[in-house]
């Protein structure tokens, strides 16, 4: 057992106790951030001369050669050793002897791990940016094809106003704008180096928290060390802004579902993100979207575990803090990989225009555009509402739509319907006079698709 802090103690760590206690099994992860960290701070003290510049440069090689050997599969992560730090540095100190025993001079495994993980996560928040805007450029390509698919827009799951697919996805677009909104907020929120910390009160020697800070691309140095040490915020946030995205994913994860059905038919998912039944023949079943909707709990597990951890530690570090990792590193993996395959199903689905267009005929989803055709003969709108429920009652008697409803019964309910009700109610009609901004109409939507062009960098394009 490979331990950085024995001198004080008289004999080894219970081997249950110890194991209880590694964190190497998940944290061996972060070994690219703890090597980069490393070097930066070897830099460091031999710039400010705490140690000598040969010293540093003997560090900085060592500790390439040891990235490189992790990288190639030469040098294997082993179970001796407490964590990622321990084993990086041993590792060192093996290649480069004494040497190696000066990089933790000014520096803590508190400020250490605290860097570890900020640089690990500034980079997950890269790569989770660039997987949600694939999914969006996916979606806008999706919204580009479907301006004049016309489809029901519902309110409590009940047919409401004709919409088109263009509009219903453009919804879900703007869910991932406000993600990846959310997701550069937390990173230059948390971008802020730890190290130099020390364990929380700082240290004595000489070292520039501005030039380490610089070069690994921080912000600057944080201001309080007892905080930066036993900082999880970022954490919290990160992990409610994974929570999210999930929510978005899963809500339109359960809508493809319902569009999937035999009683909808909206669309059809690829037999690539589809399973059958071992006993019925003619199934074909929703399973990447159900285990997308059911996974988002998974997400919501750990930012529940993570506040419960964090709610009653004091200052400064606790061990309870080493329970962020695992959580943490399952939900970065979670999301992205439902990232990855809500994009590639979406992709690949096919939509059928014509049901679509049939049920936004149904359910009499024109009925406020019958009710705005009275208003604008000058009837109020409480009145209009009135005839237009009544209307809506003579339809589901004789079992029609209202565009199907005779010009004669119209008129038995008010004076001011002519001939011209049919056009002011047809599917076009309703949905493309709707041109306010963020409305459905094709005018408003193509002001939208140049906006989204724009945002996702398709200039030319």
């Given at each position: 057992m490979a331990q950085l802090w024995g001198g004080r103690f008289?004999?080894?760590?219970?081997?249950?106790?110890?194991?209880?206690?590694?964190?190497?099994?998940?944290?061996k992860r972060l070994y690219r951030q703890d090597i980069k960290g490393?070097?930066?701070?070897?830099?460091?003290?031999?710039?400010?001369?705490?140690?000598t510049a040969d010293e540093g440069e003997a560090i900085k090689k060592g500790?390439?050669?040891?990235?490189?050997?992790?990288?190639?599969?030469?040098?294997?992560?082993?179970?001796?050793?407490?964590?990622?730090?321990?084993?990086?540095?041993?590792?060192?100190?093996?290649?480069?002897?004494?040497?190696?025993?000066?990089?933790?001079?000014?520096?803590?495994r508190n400020d250490q791990v605290a860097l570890d993980m900020k640089l690990y996560i500034r980079e997950e928040i890269g790569t989770m940016d660039e997987y949600i805007k694939d999914l969006q450029n996916v979606l806008f390509n999706i919204m580009s094809e479907n301006l004049d698919t016309y489809m029901p827009g519902f309110t409590h799951l009940q047919k409401a106003q004709p919409v088109t697919l263009a509009h219903h996805i453009g919804a879900y677009f703007e869910m991932f704008r406000r993600d990846r909104s959310r997701l550069s907020d937390i990173r230059d929120r948390m971008n802020y180096c730890p190290l130099g910390a020390g364990a929380l009160a700082g240290t004595t020697y000489p070292l520039d928290r501005e030039y380490t800070a610089k070069g690994l691309g921080f912000t600057g140095p944080a201001m309080n060390s007892m905080d930066c040490v036993s900082d999880r915020d970022y954490l919290i946030e990160?992990?409610?802004?994974?929570?999210?995205?999930?929510?978005?994913?899963?809500?339109?994860?359960?809508?493809?579902?319902?569009?999937?059905?035999?009683?909808?038919?909206?669309?059809?998912?690829?037999?690539?993100?589809?399973?059958?039944?071992?006993?019925?023949p003619q199934k074909k079943n929703p399973d990447m979207a159900e285990l997308i909707r059911g996974k988002t709990g998974?997400?919501?597990?750990?930012?529940?575990?993570?506040?419960?951890?964090?709610?009653?530690?004091?200052?400064?570090?606790?061990?309870?803090?080493?329970e962020d990792k695992?959580?943490?590193?399952?939900?970065?993996?979670?999301?992205?990989?439902?990232l990855l395959l809500f994009k590639s199903m979406m992709k690949t689905m096919k939509f059928n225009r014509e049901n679509m267009a049939k049920s936004a005929r149904g359910?009499?989803?024109?009925?406020?555009?019958?009710?705005?055709?009275?208003?604008?003969?000058?009837?109020?709108?409480?009145?209009?509402?009135?005839?237009?429920?009544?209307?809506?009652?003579?339809?589901?008697?004789k079992n029609c739509t209202l565009d199907e409803l005779p010009l004669d019964v119209y008129k038995q309910r008010h004076s001011a319907f002519e001939e011209d009700i049919y056009e002011a109610i047809s599917l076009e009609t309703c949905v493309n006079t709707r041109q306010t901004l963020g409305a459905p109409g094709k005018g408003s939507m193509m002001k939208c698709l140049d906006e989204?062009?724009?945002?996702?960098?398709?200039?030319g394009i």
């Amino acid at each position: 057992m490979a331990q950085l802090w024995g001198g004080r103690f008289e004999k080894s760590t219970d081997e249950v106790a110890y194991n209880f206690n590694a964190s190497l099994s998940f944290d061996k992860r972060l070994y690219r951030q703890d090597i980069k960290g490393s070097m930066v701070h070897a830099s460091m003290l031999a710039r400010q001369g705490i140690i000598t510049a040969d010293e540093g440069e003997a560090i900085k090689k060592g500790l390439e050669s040891i990235l490189e050997d992790i990288d190639s599969g030469k040098l294997e992560f082993s179970s001796e050793y407490e964590d990622i730090h321990s084993f990086v540095e041993a590792n060192l100190i093996d290649r480069i002897g004494d040497t190696g025993k000066k990089l933790h001079t000014g520096r803590s495994r508190n400020d250490q791990v605290a860097l570890d993980m900020k640089l690990y996560i500034r980079e997950e928040i890269g790569t989770m940016d660039e997987y949600i805007k694939d999914l969006q450029n996916v979606l806008f390509n999706i919204m580009s094809e479907n301006l004049d698919t016309y489809m029901p827009g519902f309110t409590h799951l009940q047919k409401a106003q004709p919409v088109t697919l263009a509009h219903h996805i453009g919804a879900y677009f703007e869910m991932f704008r406000r993600d990846r909104s959310r997701l550069s907020d937390i990173r230059d929120r948390m971008n802020y180096c730890p190290l130099g910390a020390g364990a929380l009160a700082g240290t004595t020697y000489p070292l520039d928290r501005e030039y380490t800070a610089k070069g690994l691309g921080f912000t600057g140095p944080a201001m309080n060390s007892m905080d930066c040490v036993s900082d999880r915020d970022y954490l919290i946030e990160f992990l409610s802004a994974e929570a999210t995205i999930m929510m978005h994913l899963s809500r339109f994860c359960e809508e493809v579902i319902i569009w999937n059905s035999n009683e909808y038919r909206f669309v059809e998912i690829d037999d690539a993100f589809s399973t059958g039944s071992s006993i019925m023949p003619q199934k074909k079943n929703p399973d990447m979207a159900e285990l997308i909707r059911g996974k988002t709990g998974r997400v919501y597990g750990a930012l529940m575990a993570l506040l419960t951890t964090m709610k009653g530690i004091p200052l400064a570090y606790n061990k309870d803090m080493q329970e962020d990792k695992e959580m943490v590193f399952d939900s970065i993996d979670t999301t992205l990989d439902c990232l990855l395959l809500f994009k590639s199903m979406m992709k690949t689905m096919k939509f059928n225009r014509e049901n679509m267009a049939k049920s936004a005929r149904g359910g009499f989803t024109n009925a406020t555009d019958a009710a705005d055709y009275l208003v604008k003969k000058g009837v109020p709108f409480r009145d209009a509402h009135s005839v237009i429920g009544l209307l809506v009652l003579d339809c589901i008697e004789k079992n029609c739509t209202l565009d199907e409803l005779p010009l004669d019964v119209y008129k038995q309910r008010h004076s001011a319907f002519e001939e011209d009700i049919y056009e002011a109610i047809s599917l076009e009609t309703c949905v493309n006079t709707r041109q306010t901004l963020g409305a459905p109409g094709k005018g408003s939507m193509m002001k939208c698709l140049d906006e989204y062009r724009r945002y996702l960098g398709h200039e030319g394009i």
